[in-house]
């Protein structure tokens, strides 16, 4: 069956390496040499390159996968269909996230929804923002969370409004002050996100015409949190990721405020699985969500 040899293609194209792909799939290498060497021979196309580092899509089998990656999503959400018809709901979720929504949010939202929905097997995809954008785009993740405005043409739907926070070490001279403003922290070594969680950061100093005096750049927001806690500089963050912070560190608003906007997102919301559905109702209920921005 065709669809079966686009399964085995999908999965040397995630490995990038035959073997690794026959030991998930539970086959033989030669079973899956020949299912890719049929599969060629049906198109008549070279759709694999081969190289000392692996296996990857060749220019033609890039402009073909997608189609082969629509057909077996059209597939197994016709097999959820079938199976909720039946009173059943199974399937696969794959959810792009990022670092501060696996922390606080999606374990206790995990934990209901395998309660609920345990034959539905959730798989996260942990990334920066335009990594999680670009996986829903292509199809690497049924939804996402996005922080606003996203970008792909998806459809979104707004969650929740998360403050923008400065962050200095305790003692720090500004930390009387009920809220920091640009004139504050401008003369202080600044340790900024790393890029692809910067951009809110960013944002804040363009809208006053200023850059700040970036010392480090770091992904970990907990290592930000230890480095200005070491007096080593001042940071801004998230008020999510805030709800964490060790001792020893000082907290302050923005002035002027900011803020981040985190949505979920989808190539669309309508084409779902059954089984994406029901996660990102769940998903929906217990953050609240506020709106529709498709």
């Known amino acids: 069956m065709t669809l079966a040899k686009y399964e085995i293609l999908g999965k040397v194209v995630e490995t990038g390496n035959l073997t690794k792909a026959a030991e998930q799939l539970s086959l033989t290498q030669s079973a899956v040499s020949r299912a890719i060497i049929s599969l060629e021979q049906e198109l008549g196309i070279q759709i694999l390159a081969r190289g000392r580092s692996g296996v990857r899509l060749s220019h033609d089998g890039e402009r ?5 990656k629509e057909m077996l999503q059209l597939h197994e959400n016709m097999l959820q269909e079938a199976d909720q018809i ?21 374990p206790d939202i995990l934990h209901r929804f395998q309660q609920k929905y345990p034959q539905i097997e959730i798989r996260l995809l942990d990334g920066h923002y335009h990594d999680i954008e670009r ?9 996402g969370f996005v922080n606003m405005p996203s970008s792909h043409g998806l459809e979104t739907r707004t969650l929740i409004r998360d403050l923008m926070m400065c962050v200095l070490p305790a003692g720090h001279k500004q930390g009387m002050k009920s809220a920091i403003s640009l004139e504050d922290i401008a003369d202080e070594p600044f340790i900024m996100p790393a890029k692809g969680c910067d951009t809110d950061v960013r944002a804040w100093f363009d809208g006053q015409r200023a850059a700040p005096r970036v010392r480090f750049e770091l992904e970990d927001d907990h290592a930000i949190m230890a480095m200005v806690r070491s007096g080593l500089g001042v940071s801004i963050l998230p008020e999510t990721i805030l709800a964490s912070a060790p001792a020893g560190l000082v907290v302050r608003p923005l002035s002027p405020e900011a803020s981040r906007s985190i949505a979920l997102a989808a190539v669309s919301f309508k084409k779902c699985s059954p089984a994406a559905s029901r996660a990102i109702s769940c998903i929906v209920e217990m953050m609240g969500a506020q709106k529709s921005d498709a």
């Open 64 to 68: 073909l996968w997608g189609y082969m």
């Open 86 to 106: 039946k009173g059943l709901l199974r399937g696969t979720v794959t959810i792009g996230t990022f670092t501060s929504i696996s922390i606080h949010w999606l």
């Open 135 to 143: 996986w829903i785009a292509d199809g690497t993740a049924d939804f």
